[in-house]
Antibody, heavy 120, light 110 residues
Framework: QVQLVQSGAEVKKPGASVKVSCKAS????????MHWVRQAPGQGLEWMGI????????SYAQKFQGRVTMTRDTSTSTVYMELSSLRSEDTAVYYC?????????????WGQGTMVTVSS | NFMLTQPHSVSESPGKTVTISCTRS????????VQWYQQRPGSAPTTVIY?????PSGVPDRFSGSIDSSSNSASLTISGLKTEDEADYYC?????????FGTGTKVTVL
C-alpha cells in the first residue's frame, strides 16, 4: 500500500542541525511532489517547503530560507529535510506529505510524523 | 502571503450540525482551491474535502464544503455529528509560491 515512513524522534541542542527522512513505498517515487509540514506542540500546521523527487528542485517557505534543505535519494525512494541552527521554537512534529497526483496543491498521503525536541 | 482564519473552537451535540469558517485575508477565496483536513490527537491529518467541495472516497457525505465569495471564506459543514468527528480541522489553500494552512478549529461533540 502507499505509505510514507519517517525516521524516529530526535533530541537536539540549540544551534545544532537535524535531518529527518521520509521513505516512500507503494507508488512511483518520482511522480509525486513531496512537502514538509511541521506542527509545534498544541499549535497548527505550518508549511515548510516542497521538493520535486524527479529533478530534485525545491522551494522553501520564506520563514525557513537559509535554514532548511530538502533533498532526495531516488535509489531508496527517500526524501530528507534538514533544518539547521535549531532553536527551542523549532520543537515540533515534522511531517512529510505527498502532493496528490490528481488534485494539485493538496496533500493525500502523510507520514506518521517525527518529533524533534530542541533543548539544552 | 495571505492568511486563513478559523474559529478557535466549536461544539455541538451528537446528531446536530456544525459549520466551520475559513476566511482568507487577501486575494479571492475563489482563486485557488480549498482543502479541509481532519486531525485526531496523536495522528497525522487526513483529507475530508478537496477542491472546495469534493469528498475523497471513504469520507461520509455528512461532510460538505463550500465557498462564499461575498465573505471571502470557505466553510466545512459536518451534519449528523458523531463522537468520532471530535478532532481538529484545518483548511488549506495556496498561491503561486506557498501553501497556507488555516489556524485550526477544535470540534467538540458534547
Amino acid at each position: 500500500q502507499v505509505q510514507l515512513v519517517q525516521s524516529g524522534a530526535e533530541v537536539k541542542k540549540p544551534g545544532a542541525s537535524v535531518k529527518v527522512s521520509c521513505k516512500a513505498s507503494g507508488y512511483t517515487f518520482t511522480s509525486y511532489y513531496m512537502h514538509w509540514v511541521r506542527q509545534a506542540p498544541g499549535q497548527g500546521l505550518e508549511w515548510m517547503g516542497i521538493i520535486n523527487p524527479s529533478g530534485g528542485s525545491t522551494s522553501y517557505a520564506q520563514k525557513f530560507q537559509g535554514r532548511v534543505t530538502m533533498t532526495r535519494d531516488t535509489s531508496t525512494s527517500t526524501v530528507y529535510m534538514e533544518l539547521s541552527s535549531l532553536r527551542s521554537e523549532d520543537t515540533a512534529v515534522y511531517y512529510c506529505a505527498r502532493e496528490s497526483g490528481v488534485v494539485v496543491n493538496a496533500f493525500d498521503i502523510w507520514g506518521q510524523g517525527t518529533m524533534v525536541t530542541v533543548s539544552s | 502571503n495571505f492568511m486563513l482564519t478559523q474559529p478557535h473552537s466549536v461544539s455541538e451535540s451528537p446528531g446536530k450540525t456544525v459549520t466551520i469558517s475559513c476566511t482568507r485575508s487577501s486575494g479571492s477565496i475563489a482563486s485557488n482551491y480549498v482543502q479541509w483536513y481532519q486531525q485526531r490527537p496523536g495522528s497525522a491529518p487526513t483529507t475530508v474535502i478537496y477542491e472546495d467541495n469534493q469528498r475523497p472516497s471513504g469520507v461520509p457525505d455528512r461532510f460538505s464544503g463550500s465557498i462564499d465569495s461575498s465573505s471571502n471564506s470557505a466553510s466545512l459543514t459536518i451534519s449528523g455529528l458523531k463522537t468520532e468527528d471530535e478532532a481538529d480541522y484545518y483548511c488549506q489553500s495556496y498561491d503561486s509560491s506557498n501553501q497556507v494552512f488555516g489556524t485550526g478549529t477544535k470540534v467538540t461533540v458534547l
